[in-house]
């Protein structure tokens, strides 16, 4: 059977859809698009049974191991216990004469006792790991060709900058989108913009939904963006968006934005973990997968494999390569500011400093703004009402989510060190006190 392949629009009805615009490099094969694509090999549920199993294994062992060893290691310190005093009076004079002509040996330079000649050899293993860094710098540098019309996280905002909010599903999208459109008035360019019938309307403009403002384009998908490309989005004149939002990081940086117009990127993280049951008590409520529970949907009947990974670095299907993880740390490290879901005022606050969201000169409206902000992040919006609880660290479900998103967990990590470095230039005032109270604390 073949296995479901990625949603990839929230918070409107997920959709099993596959890349099908020609003519992007990073979605096409030699021969064209192809008709199938899958993001997992066929045995992939079987291969993480198997890692399970081997990793339960491996414990075990292990702990044999383990046991194996504080029983030699308590024989030989019986016996050095036993015989050290006889061994260091009989041999005592010798080591000392014998040492004292000895070279010693320090990270590939060879030095020798005073009186000696001093030889420097070259270390090998040094040569290596400066040629490694070298190949793995070319490897980051062509990457980062690919998304050069978005603008390092770094660079001081410009003329003709346009927000992009890097959408990855069930982390409070609605919820951002919502403080974007309603609380702050921006007009913004996602799939809400074609309710309504406006995906055929042959000219740009910009149409009021839900009391927000929205460029008539879907970038939520490789169709919408090729629409929104042969319609000039970001130079138009008539309807421009101040927020582009899509889960499609490389078509968005080659085919949307360019030199005169970039991109301003942000995004919203939450654990790979937490956000995998999201999306399984999401797709099953809203009726897009079947009626499975979340160990079957964990095996493959929907579960998604290191979406943010394969969407950062455009490898769609099949086994992600090695570089993978590297490739997507230096994107978000060189391009990103991070929030995250389970620090969204703090992470709003950032956006919102970031792209330079100005509230409004009146004090009513600005009042006006902060509650509407304050409502949406306590609310919510999307948020899924009945609830659930995730399963227990060491359960098969858990596990079985675990393997597939193995590579997110570790960017997830990444993205959480990045946060703290971040701060220092995007932080509130209470998050840099706080965190110059724990470095205090901490070095006392």
């Not at 995906?199 to 929205?214: C, F, M, N, S, T």
């Not at 956006?351 to 009146?362: A, G, P, Q, T, V």
């Amino acid at each position: 059977m073949q296995e479901p392949l990625f949603s990839t629009t929230i918070p409107s009805q997920p959709r099993r859809q596959i890349p099908s615009i020609k003519n992007y490099r990073l979605y096409r094969d030699n021969d064209g698009l192809s008709t199938k694509k899958t993001f997992r090999h066929s045995d992939s549920t079987s291969r993480a049974l198997a890692s399970i199993a081997q990793s339960k294994y491996n414990i075990q062992e292990r702990r044999r191991a383990a046991a194996l060893l504080i029983i030699l290691f308590t024989f030989a310190l019986s016996l050095h216990l036993i015989s050290g005093d006889y061994y260091f009076k009989s041999s005592g004079k010798e080591s000392s004469s014998a040492t004292s002509n000895l070279p010693l040996r320090l990270k590939g330079k060879t030095i020798e006792t005073p009186g000696s000649q001093v030889s420097v050899s070259q270390n090998e293993d040094t040569v290596q790991e400066e040629e490694i860094k070298a190949i793995t710098a070319n490897i980051e540098m062509d990457y980062l060709n690919s998304v050069n019309n978005i603008r390092d996280f770094n660079s001081e905002i410009e003329e003709g900058d346009i927000s992009f909010y890097w959408h990855v599903p069930r982390c409070a999208g609605s919820t951002l989108k919502g403080i974007i459109g309603e609380c702050f008035g921006l007009v913004s360019a996602c799939e809400v913009g074609v309710r309504d019938g406006h995906a055929d309307d042959p000219e740009l403009a910009i149409v009021e939904q839900g009391g927000a403002r929205y460029v008539n384009v879907d970038t939520s998908n490789l169709e919408g963006i090729k629409r929104a490309h042969d319609m000039n989005l970001v130079s138009s004149t008539i309807a421009l968006p101040q927020v582009i939002v899509s889960s499609y990081l490389l078509p968005i940086a080659q085919d949307i934005y360019d030199e005169e117009h970039k991109g301003r990127a942000f995004t919203l993280l939450r654990h790979p973990i937490e956000r995998a049951v999201s999306m399984y008590h999401f797709s099953t409520q809203a009726g897009s997968i079947a009626d499975v529970t979340l160990e079957e949907y964990a095996k493959g009947q929907g579960i998604e494999n290191n979406w943010m990974v394969r969407y950062l670095t455009g490898k769609m299907e099949g086994e992600l390569p090695r570089e993978s993880l590297e490739q997507a740390k230096t994107i978000i490290k060189k391009k990103f500011l991070i929030g995250f879901v389970d620090d969204l005022n703090e992470s709003i606050q950032r956006f919102i400093k970031y792209n330079s969201w100005s509230f409004d000169e009146d004090d009513v409206s600005s009042n006006r703004q902060e509650q509407c902000i304050n409502m949406l992040i306590e609310v919510g919006s999307n948020r899924n009402i009945d609830g659930y609880d995730l399963p227990k660290k060491g359960s098969q479900a858990y596990s079985l989510i675990a393997w597939q998103t193995q590579v997110d967990i570790k960017l997830y990590e990444y993205a959480k060190e990045l946060f703290d470095a971040q701060t220092k230039a995007w932080g509130t005032k209470d998050r840099k006190k706080a965190d110059k109270k724990k470095k205090k604390l901490a070095g006392g």
